[in-house]
């Protein structure tokens, strides 16, 4: 009886230890595999400061800046994952990303990124990739235009394949909340991740063809989008003409701040001004009208921090998208071409 028991005991002892050298066998394989804070603490030191230096440098001249490179990294992360596709020029007989209307020709910020590589090859050369140094430059903008500060893990590694047509999966300026919703969810960010993340628009510029379709001709009953505050949409109609039939495509055309309020701070305004009817695009007025978002529009518009802090983590969310780690992908040299 006795033997038994300490037999017994003993099972339990090895077993104890074996679900522990399986658990820490199984971190450690989950680390190696995912993003980590300070990845390139020893193996390039200044990389975080090179691009924080060259973000700070340009977006002082021109604030605009940091809305691109917001942008540019939501439409690296929703297409492909976060791989640096979006970078990429176009090869013989591969139109790629950049070239897709969702991001030609107004994605901007692109010499950013070439530059802050350049000077970090010069001191660590193959070492730092071109998808993280646009998720850092994305962090420092919000920072830079919005005191909106979060720390980024990194690791990711640079995508070999980018096709224009595969940016047709961003979503719409005329998608409304539940389609919004939609396409988020297929990339695991939930609904209020999303009405998180569209505060991004409180920053930076909108073409008139994104938005000249709710001013002149919106539906059968309604000329302009009745959820348009009629004051903001004459304000609008100053600037953009009705479409004609000229077949450009709009980059010529005057563009709009996307914030009325505060176009250069990235803030909660947004959602104030959403709920002043003067959100610019289908897909921000949408937020408001709808009942899957309304009262998280309401919330931030009355909360500033609430929304900073939420915005944060959704971004460093967003950069987790299908990422390549570990042995997968590689180190870009230079962003725009795969070695
Ligand atoms: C919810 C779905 C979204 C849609 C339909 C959408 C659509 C658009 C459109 C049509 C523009 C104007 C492009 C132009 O005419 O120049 C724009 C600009 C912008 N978007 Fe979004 N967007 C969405 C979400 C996001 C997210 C999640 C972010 C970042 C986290 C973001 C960041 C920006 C920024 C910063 C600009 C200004 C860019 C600049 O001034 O260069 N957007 N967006
Ligand atoms: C036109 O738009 C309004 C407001 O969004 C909507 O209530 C109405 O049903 C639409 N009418 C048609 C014919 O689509």
């Known amino acids: 009886m006795a033997n038994s028991s300490s037999s017994h005991k003993l099972f339990q002892a090895l077993f104890s230890k074996l679900l522990c050298i399986i658990f820490f066998f199984s971190l450690s394989t989950f680390a190696s595999t995912s993003l980590r804070v300070g990845f390139y603490s020893s193996s390039c030191p200044d990389a975080e400061a090179i691009v924080e230096d060259a973000v700070d440098k340009v977006v002082s001249r021109n604030p605009g800046i940091a809305a691109g490179l917001i942008r540019m990294h939501f439409h690296d992360c929703f297409v492909r994952g976060c791989d640096a596709s979006v970078l990429l020029e176009s090869t013989l007989g591969n139109p790629s990303e950049k070239y897709h209307p969702a ?67 961003l979503p719409s300026f005329t998608f409304h909340a539940e389609r919004l919703a939609s396409e988020f969810g297929k990339r695991g960010l939930s609904v209020a991740e999303m009405v998180t993340l569209s505060g991004a628009h409180s920053i930076g510029i909108a073409h008139c063809p994104t938005f000249v379709g709710r001013l002149y001709s ?122």
């Open 103 to 169: 991001n030609f020709p107004t994605l901007r910020g692109f010499e950013v990124i070439d530059e802050a590589k350049a000077k970090i090859e010069v001191v660590c050369p193959n070492t730092v990739s071109c998808a993280d140094i646009l998720a850092f430059a994305a962090r420092d903008s919000a920072n830079k235009v919005g005191g909106i500060n979060y720390v980024v893990p990194a690791g990711r590694r640079d995508g070999y394949i980018s096709r224009k047509e595969d940016a047709s999966a």
């Open 218 to 339: 919106f539906n059968t009953t309604h000329a302009q989008d009745p959820s348009l505050d009629p004051s903001y949409a004459d304000y609008l109609k100053s600037k953009c003409p009705p479409p004609s039939s000229s077949g450009d495509d709009g980059s010529q055309q005057p563009d709009v701040d996307l914030d009325f309020s505060t176009p250069h701070h990235l803030d909660n305004s947004y959602y104030i001004e959403l709920t002043n009817h003067r959100g610019l695009l289908i897909s921000d007025q949408t937020l408001l009208s709808s009942s899957l978002t309304s009262k998280m529009v309401l919330r931030y518009a009355h909360h500033r921090s609430k929304w900073a802090t939420k915005f944060g983590k959704a971004m460093v969310k967003m950069g987790k998208i299908d990422v390549l780690t570990g042995s997968k992908g590689e180190i870009r040299r230079h962003c725009s071409f795969v070695n």
